[in-house]
């Protein structure tokens, strides 16, 4: 039996590494800024960014922060040529799904072009949500998940590059003429 591949695991006292799986929640953070969510759900994690982008004015900017490039290529930040709708961005995601869901080489941040809405899902397999947070909170409840006092990472952890995703990973980097920039401090490998 194969096991399935996956992004986000954690090692145990004797060292074996297992999938980990947050506790469907989510905490209301402070940042220096405005405050923000940090979302971790046990799963479906493409299905909950859609249903949190009902809340988000379009059109929408898309940016895969490529972490490892085990597939070729080279890491950087590679924003959409132009703006999408929300069919567009749904076909995107569902698209990838399982390269965006079970493979750690990458982030993907989806923003309301007009700057006001912000989704950050990353590769410790948590979203962070900038914007209407009292309608992403609603969003939230309504898909079983409760609100915690904070989201932590297992230490230590481990990051899951798959081969498995790895044809996905090429044909990602083909879907647009994207717009490449380098990697910035911020973007944690």
């Known amino acids: 039996m194969t096991a399935v591949p996956y992004k986000f695991g954690y090692l145990n006292a004797a060292g074996d590494e297992s ?26 994690y493409v299905e909950l ?8 004015p379009e059109p929408f900017g898309l940016l895969y922060v490529l972490l490892v490039p085990r597939a070729g290529g080279e ?31 990458h982030h993907l941040w989806i923003m309301s072009v007009d700057n006001s809405c912000l989704l950050v899902y990353d590769n410790h397999d948590v979203i962070y949500a900038y914007g ?17 006092e904070a989201v932590s990472f297992p230490a230590p952890h481990t990051h899951r590059y798959n081969v498995e995703f ?3 990973a090429r ?11 380098p990697l910035q401090e911020s973007d944690d490998r």
């Not at 960014?49 to 988000?56: E, P, S």
């Not at 909170?137 to 998940?145: A, H, K, P, V």
């Open 75 to 105: 890491n950087g930040r590679y924003q959409s040529p132009a703006p999408i709708n929300s069919a567009e961005l749904e076909e995107f995601l569902w698209q990838y799904q399982e390269l965006i869901e079970r493979d750690a080489r």
């Open 49 to 56: 960014l859609t249903r949190l982008t009902t809340v988000m």
């Open 132 to 148: 209407p947070l009292a309608e992403f909170e609603d969003i939230l409840r309504s898909n079983g998940l409760t609100q915690c």
């Open 166 to 168: 790895d044809q996905q």
């Open 19 to 44: 999938p980990f799986h947050y506790e469907n929640c989510w905490a209301v953070e402070k940042t220096t800024g405005p405050s923000r969510l940090v979302i971790a759900p046990s799963g479906r």
């Open 171 to 181: 044909d990602i980097m083909k879907h647009w003429e994207w717009i490449r920039f």
